[in-house]
């Protein structure tokens, strides 16, 4: 464990027993996953009335079955996505070398070679736990992740333990521009969640995304525009069971700078439309259980431009 990371006293008991569970081989986890998700699903019902509503608004030309069908699908993504985040907290570089696959790893790699940052935009589509790690130990330059830390700290320091143990280096949300700033020369990758919600405060764009009204954060889009750096789209697809493939699509090569205005944030845009293919191609591989769509738009807020 990195010695930067420190453990309550309190919660070394849980400590042990979760990194025991992650020296199970994942196929055994798998089984733990299928028994999870029959209580998940069956017994408490965690946000079932979110996953279905969710499901029923972003696919409003799906029959109440196809959506029911869906739901029992992300249930059980989401207890492998559990366990397989618990199995990161033990996995070698080699088996998640087996586990997951870049398709085009030298669209990524021609931009790192350049000399500068390259800011990837993804998701909480199939297991985005592993995606850095998995970066970690295939690329041949630092890979980081921006993060927004927990309340438990227990849970932060879990979690943070997990996501760096191959390699991988975390930047706290709140601390982005200052590192961003310190290290703007430094090639490297720098890995955000670009899916999740706003607080209303800091909502700054609004587009239509599964037919629904739906603010975006811009953190990537003014990173990218401030100091030139070029954003790819991380697409991941689960192929089979605790297997995934990673394909990158370019945004912006940051050659060309795409200037934001008050109505209009292209490269944001740009990620919520391949954002919407990846769901669309697999509804039941993307994170349902949060409530996206908490926050209403104004009215007399600017439609987006397409």
């Known amino acids: 464990m ?39 699903y069956y017994i408490v019902g965690y946000r079932k009335k979110v996953v279905l509503q969710n499901l029923r608004n972003a696919f409003p030309e799906k029959s109440e079955q196809e959506i029911k069908q869906i739901a029992k699908g992300f249930y059980k993504q ?26 085009n790893q030298y669209l990524l790699d021609d931009l790192v070679k350049q000399g500068t940052p390259v ?25 980081n992740g921006i993060y927004k830390s927990l309340h438990n700290p227990f849970f932060e320091a879990y979690m943070l333990h997990t996501r760096s143990q191959l390699g991988a280096r975390l930047i706290e949300m709140k601390d982005t521009s200052r590192d961003f700033v310190r290290n703007r020369k430094v090639p490297r990758v720098v890995a955000m969640l670009s899916d999740q919600t706003p607080m209303r405060s800091e909502i700054q764009y609004w587009t239509t995304f599964l037919h629904q009204d739906t603010p975006f954060y811009v953190g990537a889009e003014k990173l990218s525009n401030m100091f030139g750096y070029p954003v790819l789209y991380l697409d991941v697809q689960r192929t089979s069971r605790g297997h995934y493939t990673l394909t990158f699509e370019t945004i912006t090569d940051g050659t060309q700078p795409k200037p934001a205005t008050e109505d209009h944030y292209p490269i944001t845009e740009e990620f919520a439309r391949k954002l919407e293919a990846t769901i669309c191609r697999s509804p039941a591989d993307y994170l349902w259980t949060h409530k996206r769509w908490k926050h209403k738009r104004p009215e007399g807020a600017s439609q987006e431009a397409f």
């Open 2 to 40: 990195n010695k930067d990371i420190k453990i309550p006293p309190l919660y070394y008991p849980l400590w042990f027993f979760l990194k025991g569970l992650s020296l199970l081989p994942l196929p055994v986890l798998h089984v733990l996953s299928d028994f999870l998700y029959s209580v998940v």
């Open 78 to 103: 989401l207890a492998d996505v559990v366990v397989e985040t618990l199995k990161l907290s033990s996995m070698s570089a080699e088996e998640m070398r087996r586990r997951i696959t870049f398709t």
């Open 119 to 143: 800011l990837t935009m993804g998701s909480h589509a199939a297991n985005w736990e592993w995606v850095l790690p998995a970066g970690a130990v295939q690329f041949g330059f630092p890979t």
